[in-house]
Nanobody
């Protein structure tokens, strides 16, 4: 079994900052990639940051980073805006110890930005 757990969400005022964390654990042979997505109420899930790619709406404000030794990915969010309000999800593409490639999602962490 593989688990992805996110943390770091919360309520913040417009212009504030938050740092999200995601750690993967379980029967993992190798993590191929990790990224962040978000989903606002009534909206589809969208890419926020993965690898060197960022959504246009967050460029210059958000920064993604990896710690391969910890099987972790982070999202530093600065200059937050109300439109950033969403549930943020961690995603990982990995190879399990059984030798198969899978895509896993975390359960999400809520980010709410007040105006």
């Amino acid at each position: 079994q593989v688990q992805l757990v996110e943390s770091g969400g919360g309520l913040v005022q417009s212009g504030g900052s938050l740092r999200l964390s995601c750690t993967a654990s379980g029967t993992i042979l190798k993590i191929l990639s990790m990224g962040w997505y978000r989903q606002a109420p009534g909206e589809q899930r969208e890419l926020v940051a993965a690898g060197t790619n960022y959504a246009d709406s967050v460029k210059g404000r958000f920064t993604i980073s990896r710690d391969n030794a910890k099987n972790a990915v982070y999202l530093q969010m600065n200059s937050l805006k109300p439109e950033d309000t969403a549930v943020y999800y961690c995603k990982a593409n990995l190879i399990t110890t059984g030798g198969y490639e899978y895509q896993y999602w975390g359960q999400g962490t809520q980010v709410t930005v007040s105006s």
